[in-house]
């Protein structure tokens, strides 16, 4: 099966180098796209770099920051576009563990028993058993914690942790859940997408990760962003409750 991993990066230049290194070993028959919002630390540049000594190295530059759930669908698109038959997100900072990925990817593969069913999306989860955080301040904890009891209660959804951003996708899966409806653009995204595959009648499978914090850079989440996810989780359940499905608000 070819694989593309999508790395959305804004200013992750000193930690963009080691993910695609620790990738490229984990993993070296997948591709690499990096997605890169012109951050002003040059990591477009580092980029470029990185992919002028890889073929298996490709890089998207957009042209401003406009949240990760815009990255992740220009990423999608250029990856449905080049054919690739599994797309796995993975964030640029280390928090996520490469040699997961192959566990991911394994999920998401066409089973060796003909006819065997398999997830649609495979999720590199915190919150279910064998999962954790290391390093995260209190604060971080009860954000995770508590968006993702929220998103359940609302939704009506078992998933443990939606809103991870390390999971892998069938190409089939992606082309079938309507990206082009997708308004969420900061990290409610990764909820918009868990439910959208749920209620195109794929099963989603957690997987245990390690998710260490990152060491240097800055975390990109905002109050926006808390609120974005508070008002889209809210409208999309009482949508779920009164009729209409998983459409994003706008
Ligand atoms: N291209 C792009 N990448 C983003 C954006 N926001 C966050 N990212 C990337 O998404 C990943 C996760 O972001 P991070 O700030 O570490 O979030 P946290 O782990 O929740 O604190 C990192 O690779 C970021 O560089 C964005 O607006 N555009
Ligand atoms: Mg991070």
Redesign the pocket.
């Known amino acids: 099966m070819s694989v593309v991993v999508v ?6 230049l000193q930690t963009l180098p080691e993910a695609v290194a620790s990738v490229r070993t984990a993993v070296p028959e997948a591709n690499i796209l990096i ?3 012109n951050s002003p630390d040059g990591t477009g540049a580092k980029a470029d770099a990185l992919a002028s000594v890889d073929p298996f190295v490709h890089v998207l530059h ?1 042209s401003e ?4 759930g ?2 992740y669908l220009a990423g999608f698109a250029w990856a449905l576009e080049h054919g690739f038959e599994i797309i796995v997100e993975m ?3 280390g ?1 996520h563990p490469a040699d997961r990925l192959a566990a991911l990817i394994g999920a998401v593969s066409e089973p060796t028993v003909p006819g065997a069913h398999y997830p649609g999306l495979a999720i590199g989860s915190r919150w279910v058993k064998g999962g954790s955080v290391l390093n995260w301040p209190a604060r ?1 904890l009860f954000l995770s914690r508590g968006a993702n009891a929220y998103a359940r209660i609302a939704l009506g959804i078992s998933v443990k942790d939606s809103t991870a ?1 390390f999971r892998a996708f069938r190409a089939e899966v992606l082309r079938g859940i309507h990206l082009e409806e997708v308004s969420s653009h ?2 409610c995204f990764q909820i918009d997408l868990t439910l959208r595959v749920l209620d195109a009648g794929y099963t989603v499978v957690e997987l245990p990760i390690v998710f260490k ?2 060491e240097t ?5 905002s109050k926006n962003i808390v609120v974005e996810a508070m008002k889209n989780v809210t409208v999309w359940g009482w949508q779920r409750r009164f009729g209409k499905k998983t459409a994003s608000p706008s």
């Not at 790395?7 to 992750?12: A, C, G, M, R």
């Open positions: 790395i959305p990066t804004f200013n992750e997605v890169d919002d957009r920051k406009s949240g990760l815009d990255a964030d640029a900072d928090s971080r951003g900061g990290y914090e990152r850079g800055e975390s990109k989440m």
